[in-house]
Nanobody, 124 residues
């Protein structure tokens, strides 16, 4: 089984930065697509960023130029660097993984593994 644990969330003022981490353990297969999703109160869960098994990335239009997804396979860790944060970025952020090599259009309900989430709150 694969276990995912997020950290790095918190409260920050608009324009500030946070870096989220997702540590994976219990790998049974080492070529995962990995993604960040977020969900705000009253909203559906939405994809934020994806990095596939070939290190190709994609981003939601709302975060392009501000967020960067990366991974360090040696540390079994996924990251989301968030800069120029806005109040509308406030949400619970989730790490997700799937065994597919390509997953840039994979909807959230088809991902196999999920973390518990970490809260990000942006105030002005």
């Amino acid at each position: 089984m694969l276990q995912l644990v997020e950290s790095g969330g918190g409260s920050v003022q608009a324009g500030g930065s946070l870096r989220l981490s997702c540590v994976a353990s219990g790998y049974t297969y080492d070529s995962y697509c990995m993604s960040w999703f977020r969900q705000a109160p009253g909203k559906e869960r939405e994809g934020v960023a994806v990095i596939d098994a070939d290190y190709i990335t994609s981003y939601a239009d709302s975060v392009k130029g501000r967020f960067t997804i990366s991974k360090d396979k040696a540390k079994n860790t996924l990251y989301l660097q968030m800069n120029s944060l806005k109040p509308e970025d406030t949400a619970m952020y989730y790490c997700a993984a799937d065994r597919r090599r390509y997953c840039h259009t994979l909807p959230h309900d088809l991902y196999n593994y999920w973390g518990q989430g970490t809260q990000v709150t942006v105030s002005s």
